[in-house]
């Protein structure tokens, strides 16, 4: 399920061969129960997009917001659907209203953050970064201030939230694996809120079969693109699949029956969502799943970072919702 991890019969992931010789296909096939049950019903999509707002004059410093509305969803796929995985059973799910970023969080607005705590910029592991010592300033390829921040723990994601909380008067935190599938999806019931089949002039993501990245149409990006390069979907977010996978609040040990590390206390992997710009179409579904960090890695959740990992904020509503400045 995570990028590094490839038993047979789960996912070949995302950056797991990228750049290196060895290119491995290791998709699972789909169920072969063709008589299951579509989805049902789902979320209609507004005929009017979510407002937009933002907590800060300067955009540098804090993202740009948008109300989705609460309602109920079918979450996972069915087992009809091309490239599906076990851990995508459908069900019903309500969500509450609440505001999501309408892009992934810039290295603009990770440096603002930085600067304004005085973080130092650590050299730590960063898997498949592209240079020795890498940190978010320096993952080995080209970036701007536009592009996704990359190489960032878990922690790391939930010290962002908490100094925008601080900054606003306002809840920032990382989206639940729910809300961040009622948010790709937008209403949509088909494996890419865009239709039934990938497309590099939807997002960036990888070659059709495990792993490496691809260029193809609009997708001329072999690593992260800047953010809001691809259209964005009904509700008006950008990039909610591929480019990077997402930190999600979710705790992935139970549901995914996961090998909890001896001596381990608490919560040992998180989900992370919308898979990477080396990523095969399979895995930049709406229903498709991502973890980490991978089972058997020495990292642990406080201390994993990736040059595919990045975060998008969640913020809970107030009575009324502050206009954008």
């Given at each position: 399920?995570?990028?590094t991890?490839?038993p ?7 950056l ?16 072969p ?7 049902v ?7 009017q997009?979510?407002?937009e ?8 410093e ?9 309602g109920?969803?079918t ?7 091309t ?11 309500g969500?509450r209203?609440f505001?999501?970023?309408?892009y992934?969080?810039?290295?603009g ?5 930085s ?21 978010w300033?320096n993952p080995?390829f ?6 996704p921040?990359?190489?960032?723990s ?20 990382l989206?639940t ?12 019931v ?17 070659r059709?079969s ?13 690593f992260?693109?800047p ?13 909610m699949h591929g ?15 996961l ?5 381990a206390t ?11 710009y080396?990523?095969p179409?399979?895995?930049v579904?709406?229903a ?5 960090p991978?089972?058997?890695d020495p990292?642990t ?8 990992f990045?975060l998008?904020l ?10 954008r400045?």
């Open positions: 399920m995570h990028p991890h490839c047979p019969p789960a996912r070949c992931g995302v797991t061969v990228l750049l290196a010789s060895l290119l491995t296909a290791c998709e699972k096939p789909p169920s129960d063709a008589d299951a049950t579509p989805p019903g789902a979320l209609a999509t507004a005929t997009r979510p407002r707002f933002a907590d800060c004059s300067d955009p540098s804090c993202p740009l917001m948008i109300d989705l509305p609460g109920e969803f979450m996972g796929s069915p087992a009809t659907e490239g599906r995985f076990d851990d995508e059973d459908q069900r019903r799910v969500v209203p505001a999501v970023g309408k992934l969080v810039t290295r607005q990770w440096a603002t953050f600067d304004a705590t005085k973080r130092p910029v650590a050299r730590a592991n960063c898997s498949y970064a592209q240079t020795l010592n890498p940190t300033q080995g080209p970036q701007t201030a536009d592009h921040v990359i190489c960032i878990w922690p790391d994601a939930h010290e962002y939230a908490a100094w925008l909380t601080q900054r606003t008067g306002h809840r920032y935190r989206l694996d729910e809300e961040w599938e009622y948010a790709a999806r937008a209403g949509s088909t494996p890419y809120p865009w239709g039934t089949t990938a497309s590099h002039d939807q997002a960036n993501y990888g059709d495990c792993c490496g990245p691809a260029v193809a149409g609009r997708d001329t990006f072999m992260t693109s953010v809001g390069a691809f259209p964005a979907n009904a509700f008006g977010l950008h990039d480019n990077v996978s997402e930190w999600l609040e979710t705790c992935a040990d139970t549901l995914e029956k090998p909890i590390p001896k001596g608490g919560c040992t992997y998180r989900y992370g969502r919308g898979g990477v080396a990523d179409p399979n895995q579904r709406s498709a799943k991502n973890m980490a991978p089972p058997n990292a959740i406080d201390t994993y970072r990736s040059a595919g990045g998008r969640a913020r809970d509503l107030d009575a009324v919702a502050p206009a400045k």
